[in-house]
Structures are given as structure tokens and as C-alpha cells.
């Protein structure tokens, strides 16, 4: 149990265009989903967190209008990231936490490679 | 205070071999301090996590040692094999918030 599933694993863009990952609970429901980005050999970074039903807090430095988060039911959170250039392309992983309190425990995602040309 | 110290940085060990990753924090209200390992183009996966009220927790060849006065956590691995070549984060968490990371262990167990 406990899977959280991304789509797509992978994905080239081309600048300007505008990128949509999913990211699914398949067996349990989430109501705290957290997007963070990776670059290689570093740690993990946080951008955002959300909660079903409502606006996602961003992290400091993460611009909201360019990394749109839509945590629309308690097993799919969605992270576009508009206007794509360059810089953006990274590891993008999520992560979903259990709403069951005895749990407390957060399942990450397969990550998606965002390569923007 | 919210940082987590993870050290070292890198690690090669020989199959089974012990190997031993370490974490501080300063944070005393952190109650929570999972492991991740993460292998190359995949996110990581939960391996073994501990509460402050235990000092020690195994899982396999897994052992989280926890030392509350000290305010540090590791990780052994005992008998390590080449499978278990990967990245492991250390990482903690005061209740009901976010997870705060470790700088990552790039582990290197050869044959």
C-alpha cells in the first residue's frame, strides 16, 4: 500500500510552453501534498505544499504564478509550470501524506524529468 | 533551526561491510526522523523511521540509533550490499508539518 504515482515520468517542452504533472494517492487519500524539485546530487527542495480544497503556500523564492499547484481531491494534486524556459528543467518529485493522524507518514512519488529546450 | 546536518557527504564500503551515515539537528521539537533511499532517476522511498521516545529501531539490516541528549541520529547498515548503492537523506519533522532533509549520502558499496 502507500503508492503515489507521477505522470509523466519524463517530458521535453520547448520554451514558453506551458507543462502539467500529475500526481496520484492510488490507495489511500492524501489531505497534504507536497511538490519538491531536485536538482543532481543535491538534497531535496520544498516549492509548495497544498491541501485539498485549498490555494497551495509556496515556499520562499518559488513563484506561484509560474508553478501552479491544484490539489483538486484527496488522491490528485497537479503542478504546472507555465511558461517554461530553460532554468526550469529539473527533477520534479511529489509527495503525499496519509490523512490518518497515526500514520503521519509521507510516500513520495516516482519524480518527473522536466528537460526544457 | 530547522536544519538538519548530514554527514558525510559521501561513503564506499565493501560488501558486508557496515556502513553508518549520521544526522544532527537542533530543533527539539522535531518528533519524527525518517530515512529515505533514492536511487538514480526515482524518488525517494521510505526505509525506516523513529520516534524520540525509542533509542534504537531495526528493520533488517536496517538500525536507526537516536540519541535525544545529543540531538543525532544514523543510520547502519549492516552487511552492505551492492544493491544498497544509493542516496540516503535523513530527515525530521515536528508533527503535522514538513519534512526537513539532510544534504543526502551518496553510498558506494562495491563487490
Known amino acids: 500500500g502507500a503508492v503515489v504515482s507521477q505522470h509523466p515520468s519524463w517530458v521535453i517542452c520547448k520554451s514558453g510552453t506551458s507543462v502539467k504533472i500529475e500526481c496520484r494517492s492510488l490507495?489511500?487519500?492524501?489531505?497534504?501534498m507536497f511538490w519538491y524539485r531536485q536538482f543532481p546530487k543535491q538534497s531535496l527542495m520544498l516549492m509548495a505544499t497544498?491541501?485539498?480544497?485549498?490555494?497551495?503556500?509556496?515556499e520562499q523564492g518559488v513563484e506561484k504564478d509560474k508553478f501552479l499547484i491544484n490539489h483538486a481531491s484527496l488522491t490528485l494534486s497537479t503542478l504546472t509550470v507555465t511558461s517554461a524556459h530553460p532554468e526550469d528543467s529539473s527533477f520534479y518529485i511529489c509527495?503525499?501524506?496519509?490523512?490518518?493522524?497515526?500514520?503521519?507518514?509521507?510516500?513520495f512519488g516516482p519524480g518527473t524529468r522536466l528537460t526544457v529546450l | 533551526q530547522q536544519q538538519v546536518k548530514q554527514s558525510p557527504q559521501s561513503l564506499i564500503v565493501q560488501k558486508g561491510g557496515i556502513s553508518i551515515i549520521n544526522c544532527a539537528y537542533e530543533?527539539?521539537?522535531?518528533?519524527?526522523f525518517p530515512w529515505y533511499q533514492q536511487f538514480p532517476g526515482k524518488g525517494p522511498a521510505l526505509l525506516i523511521a523513529?520516534?524520540?521516545?525509542?533509542s534504537e529501531k531495526k528493520e533488517g539490516r536496517f538500525t536507526i540509533s537516536f540519541n535525544k541528549s545529543a540531538k543525532q541520529f544514523s543510520l547502519h547498515i549492516m552487511d552492505s550490499q551492492p544493491g544498497d548503492s544509493a542516496t540516503y537523506f535523513c530527515?525530521?519533522?515536528?508533527?503535522?508539518?514538513?519534512?526537513?532533509f539532510g544534504e543526502g549520502t551518496q553510498l558506494t558499496v562495491n563487490p
Open positions: 509527495s503525499a501524506r496519509r490523512w490518518e493522524p497515526a500514520y503521519n507518514e509521507q510516500f
Open positions: 490507495d489511500f487519500q492524501a489531505t497534504t
Open positions: 530543533n527539539t521539537a522535531f518528533d519524527y
Open positions: 523513529i520516534r524520540p521516545d525509542v
Open positions: 497544498s491541501n485539498e480544497g485549498s490555494k497551495a503556500t509556496y
Open positions: 530527515a525530521a519533522r515536528v508533527s503535522g508539518s514538513r519534512l526537513t
